[in-house]
């Protein structure tokens, strides 16, 4: 059996480029949900303590906070990779996609969830480089599917468009309820 040196070899925890500030974000963000806790959370007099309103996410809160502790320390005490910021930069392009959702969410009330699940499927299958005809006929079955099946069977309450007051009064009643 082969003898371990160190520790980094017992756990093969080797640090990656942009540890440290994945380290200290995810520090930042837990010290403040703890500290929101009391505000946001209350403790109600003559209810057993496991079945508190604060007692489970404070529990699940200070583990967060003590585990993201020990990354940060582990993130110090290895040693520095190169390509932090490249790593950062990566991370900060895939808001990009978020940003696309945002706008999808603001054109659903204006265009409706149909025309607007189109738009955006075959926007991102653009997006990401798909331009053959067949990928994009797929998109656009996707969207539908989607909107069908939110829609139609499982009745889910979307907005509906503005665009479909445009429509006659037979087609709109049937786009207001199924599109």
């Avoid at 005490?77 to 808001?95: H, N, Q």
């Avoid at 480089?129 to 889910?156: C, K, M, P, W």
Wanted: charged share 15%; proline share 4%.
């Amino acid at each position: 059996m082969a003898h371990i040196k160190t520790l980094q070899e017992l756990f093969r925890r080797y640090r990656r480029p942009g540890d440290i500030v994945f380290a200290i974000l995810f520090l930042a963000f837990s010290l403040f949900l703890l500290s929101q806790l009391y505000s946001e959370t209350a403790w109600i007099k003559r209810t057993n303590w496991y079945a508190q309103p604060r007692f489970w996410p404070a529990v699940s809160l200070i583990g967060m906070a003590i585990f993201a502790c020990l990354h940060f320390i582990g993130s110090i005490c290895s040693p520095r990779i190169l390509g932090r910021w490249k790593e950062v930069a990566f991370w900060v392009s895939s808001l990009e996609f978020v940003l696309y959702f945002l706008g999808y969410v603001v054109l659903v009330p204006q265009l409706g969830y149909l025309p607007s699940t189109v738009l955006f499927t075959v926007f991102l299958t653009l997006r990401i480089g798909e331009t053959r005809i067949v990928n994009l006929l797929s998109a656009v079955g996707f969207a539908v599917a989607v909107a069908v099946v939110f829609r139609a069977f499982l009745q889910v309450k979307i907005p509906a468009g503005r665009i479909y007051e445009a429509l006659p009064d037979g087609i709109r009643a049937f786009a207001l309820t199924y599109l």
